[in-house]
């Protein structure tokens, strides 16, 4: 794996930073004043982002805002470049080689590609959910006390009090709570998946990403899923990546349209869903491709 | 045409395959037959002796177990430490791609060479003489490729997703590879350890040549003793540095005997040294299968 960040890069994001005025990058950007953050309050804020995988560029100038406490989901025909855009929110791409960011993603007005932010603070904070559940090999218990061992909480009955919370959080408690030493491993998809939501609750993120969590799961497990995720929203700000239209209309509050890594449309789901303003949107929406 | 071709090489196939099933049999069952009734309590507890009836193994078992545990204990974090940085730290450039092109060229270079590195480094420059502590060197320098290539394996199965996950909770790089990848990869890493022992366990060649003794009348110093009067336990590391014969030197020794009386001897012993890699290699084979997981 690469260092966080290619030599070069790095040389001129500091370069490109120490001409600007410097910012004073203070803990209380991460401990989160986001307690106050009002419901609607800007919470990600992307402008002009490009991303690309080598000479592949998949992210053309894409702008959007989430807010505060919203679903706000990403559709768009498969390799359009939506799980890129997802996990540049929490850096994830940065374990892969030789890709490059340029433009701006701000959370609560910080910039996380400023090469001065702790990548593992940012990921405590936007959690994630992949599109294949993707438990860890280890008991029920263990599968979410990992995350909280790692941030530093070594009080057992701590613990223990907030993996119960988180598993009731995500609705899995009480199928679990009778088996917590058994494998992660050995639930159903759905469970697994409600597993990987409670993992990733349990740090107490302010963001939650999701990347097609129920592209995996049958219908009963995706319509457990998706009330989840609306009744998440009371605590988190949550962005889901989705290709099922009718799933993005159902759960989401704004819905982003990307084409060839092109913010096509971005807007209230509803205005998407019913009046779209571009053609290529309505096209899309309808089912005439993708 | 083309279906007797089939046929014949099938047939040619299944011939190569009895043949050496039926040379393997023929030998062990000889070995059986010479060497069984000799495996008494008493072969066990005693030294080696020039009266073949009175020879045993005592030191050749108690050297091969304290060579073994030293070797381990050498190869184990060595092997893996240098599996970890080279798997998940190290750049990938032309000087690792280097690195790890020789590591696994060591790992084909005959045992001989590294008995004669083993003489050269170890017993004559840093003066350890034929001691337990150098034969181990030797042995871990030879099983290290080994399980450095068998580490990495099993590093490189743990899928992704796992890593991820780790850094998705805010892991630093150690935290998920301590947290999750090394216990993901546990079984495979502790397989290749083992089939890397069991190669260990039976290196006559580099022990050999380092000139470890054939005849030794007494055990290196016990790790634990037992005394009298204060500290009552007492611990030492000192049988390190004492001279040791294993359990291949001391059949080869035999072997080499004309008397009847120690063919006897080597076979009861190459029994003994059977069935230690044959639990060696069913441990690897079990774990293996135990931790072979559907992700
Ligand atoms: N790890 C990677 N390395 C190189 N190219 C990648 C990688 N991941 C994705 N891509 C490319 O980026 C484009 C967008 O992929 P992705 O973001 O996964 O699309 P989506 O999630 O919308 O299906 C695709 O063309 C894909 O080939
Ligand atoms: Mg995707």
């Not at chain 1, 598993?167 to 491993?185: H, I, M, N, Y």
């Not at chain 1, 457990?224 to 009371?234: F, P």
């Not at chain 2, 320098?141 to 992704?160: D, G, K, Q, W």
């Amino acid at each position: 794996m690469k260092p966080y960040f290619q030599e070069r890069e790095k040389k001129m994001l500091v370069a490109a930073e120490q001409s600007k005025p410097s910012i004073k990058i203070t803990d209380h950007i991460y401990a989160g004043n986001s307690a106050n953050m009002r419901n609607g309050d800007t919470k990600i804020q992307v402008e002009r982002f490009s991303f690309r995988y080598g000479a592949n560029k998949v992210l053309k100038d894409v702008s959007l805002n989430v807010r505060a406490r919203e679903v706000t989901s990403i559709i768009g025909p498969s390799g359009c470049g939506k799980s890129t855009l997802l996990r540049c929110f929490n850096r994830m791409n940065d374990l892969i080689a030789g890709t490059r960011a340029d433009g701006n993603i701000l959370i609560e007005g910080q910039d996380i590609y400023d090469p001065r932010v702790d990548v593992v603070e940012l990921r405590k904070k936007v959690g994630m959910v992949f599109q294949k559940p993707n438990p860890f090999p280890k008991t029920i218990f263990d599968n979410i006390a990992y995350g909280l061992r790692i941030n530093g909480i070594r009080q057992k009955s701590e613990i223990i009090q907030r993996v119960e919370q988180s598993l009731r959080d995500s609705a899995l408690w009480e199928e679990v709570k009778d088996r917590l030493t058994d494998s992660g491993l050995s639930l159903s998809g759905g469970q697994q998946q409600r597993l990987c939501v409670a993992r990733a609750l349990a740090i107490q993120p302010e963001i939650v990403l999701m990347d097609e969590p129920a592209s995996a799961l049958d219908p009963i497990a995706t319509a457990k899923l998706e009330e989840l995720i609306v009744r998440l929203k009371e605590k988190y700000t949550i962005v889901i990546v989705t290709h099922n239209m009718q799933q993005a209309a159902r759960i989401s509050d704004k819905t982003a349209f990307l084409m060839q890594g092109e913010m096509v449309e971005f807007g209230v789901t509803k205005d998407i869903f019913t009046k779209p303003t571009k053609k290529i949107t309505e096209e899309y929406i309808t089912g005439r491709f993708g | 045409m083309i279906k007797i071709l089939d046929r014949i090489f099938k047939y040619i196939g299944i011939g190569a395959v009895l043949l050496g099933l039926i040379v393997l049999a023929v030998l062990v069952l000889d070995v059986v037959r010479d060497g069984f009734p000799r495996l008494t309590w008493d072969f066990f507890t005693s030294y080696p002796s020039s009266k073949p009836e009175q020879a045993g193994i005592l030191s050749a078992w108690v050297g091969t177990l304290w060579i073994m545990l030293t070797t381990a204990a050498l190869t184990i974090p060595l092997g893996i430490g240098a599996a970890i940085y080279l798997e998940e730290y190290a750049p990938k450039n032309r000087w690792t791609d280097f690195i790890e092109i020789n590591i696994a060229n060591l790992a084909g270079v005959p045992s001989v060479v590294y008995g004669i590195l083993g003489l050269g480094l170890f017993v004559r420059a840093l003066h350890m003489d034929r001691s337990v502590l150098a034969g181990s060197c030797t042995l871990a320098l030879l099983v290290l490729p080994i399980v450095i290539l068998s580490t990495r394996e099993a590093l490189r199965a743990v899928p992704s997703s796992i890593r991820e996950a780790a850094y998705a909770v805010g892991a630093t790089r150690w935290q998920a590879i301590s947290g999750q990848v090394l216990p993901a990869a546990f079984g495979n890493i502790l397989t290749g350890i083992i089939l890397a022992m069991s190669r260990a366990i039976g290196e006559t060649a580099p022990l050999v040549t380092l000139g470890a003794l054939t005849y030794i009348p007494f055990l290196p110093t016990p790790p634990v003793s037992v005394s009298p009067s204060f500290p009552y336990v007492n611990f030492s590391l000192k049988g390190l540095l004492d001279p040791f014969t294993v359990l291949p030197i001391q059949i080869f020794n035999w072997v080499s005997r004309p008397q009847k009386g120690f063919l006897i001897c080597a076979a009861a012993g190459i029994i003994v040294l059977l069935i230690i890699t044959l639990c060696l290699n069913g441990a690897a084979i079990y774990l293996r299968h135990k931790h072979q997981k559907n992700w």
